[in-house]
């Protein structure tokens, strides 16, 4: 199928921890995004029923590039903006505590292809909105060390959907997604980790005649290929993961458009 400017909006569940990232570009195509852009279904007035995000209590987790907990940001609505005389947004959770409002993290970067990592335990039904413009062509994004990536169209993708830039022959130059060493990996509804899952390449495939993708890193460290993950795993629109690439250089994943020709 083939569109211009085709335009919509996903509402992505937050229940306990998940990735989420942009599933539409800006409209007119840009690709740049802040947090001030992760529209939450928070109570703007004060005089809600208490569902949707709790400000103060649902956050954003801000990681660094080995996956470890920096510091989480909350949600200040409308009401609480007005009260502090600040800006409505993200603010730190240890300075919203002490009600200190003076840094407002709504102009940190969300570069398209990317993802954040959020927790809405606290709340019951809470969402988080992206809108924009369907990309037109597949989205390439690098990654390097530990990087949280969005199912950045408005379809659902399974692992087999993902396409890293791996040598599928053996004989390449090293460079790009390394097989077996960088990886997947996958957490549990509290953001703890589970299990890790590597790419084998064709070469790999055909030397024990299995399905080219993803598999358990602790069955491949044992050369057991025998439960493929591609179709096991799916991504909503706007949900995302955590991919892990210290082993290579120039490492990248690829998501393709919803409007590709089938």
Same mark, same amino acid.
């Given at each position: 199928?083939?569109?211009? *400017? ?11 921890? +998940? ?45 660094? =590039? ?6 989480? !940001? ?15 947004? &993200? ?7 002490? +009600? ?30 992206? %809108? ?12 390097? *060390? ?21 040598? =599928?022959?053996? =004989? ?14 996958? !957490?549990?509804? *509290? ?5 890790? !899952? ?13 399905? %080219?993708? &993803? ?6 460290? +044992? =050369?057991?290929?025998?439960?493929? &993950? ?25 998501? %393709?458009?919803? !409007?590709?020709?089938?």
């Amino acid at each position: 199928m083939e569109s211009a *400017n085709t335009v919509g909006y996903v509402e992505k569940p937050v229940e306990n921890y +998940e990735f989420i990232g942009p599933a539409f570009t800006q409209v007119g195509g840009g690709e740049s995004f802040t947090y001030a852009d992760i529209a939450v279904n928070c109570d703007e007035t004060g005089e809600g029923d208490g569902s949707g995000w709790q400000p103060l209590l649902d956050y954003i987790v801000i990681l660094n =590039e080995n996956g470890t907990y920096v510091r989480k !940001l909350v949600y200040a609505p409308q009401y609480i903006a007005d009260a502090y005389e600040c800006e409505k947004g &993200w603010y730190d959770a240890d300075d919203a505590s002490e +009600e200190i409002y003076t840094t407002c993290w709504n102009s940190t970067a969300l570069t398209f292809g990317y993802g954040v990592q959020v927790c809405g335990t606290a709340g019951a039904g809470a969402k988080a909105t992206f %809108k924009g413009e369907v990309k037109a062509t597949p989205t390439v994004t690098d990654v390097e *060390n530990y990087m949280a990536i969005a199912n950045c169209s408005p379809m659902t993708i399974t692992l087999g959907d993902l396409v890293v830039n791996c040598d =599928e022959t053996g =004989e390449g130059d090293g460079s790009g997604w390394q097989p077996l060493l960088d990886y997947i990996v996958m !957490l549990n509804t *509290n953001g703890t980790y589970v299990r890790k !899952l590597v790419y084998a390449p064709q070469y790999i495939a055909d030397a024990y005649e299995c399905t %080219k993708g &993803w598999y358990d890193a602790d069955d491949a460290s +044992e =050369e057991i290929y025998t439960t493929c &993950w591609n179709n096991l795993v799916s991504y909503a629109p706007g949900e995302g993961f955590q991919m892990c690439a210290t082993a290579g250089a120039n490492a990248t994943v690829t998501v %393709k458009s919803a !409007l590709a020709a089938e």
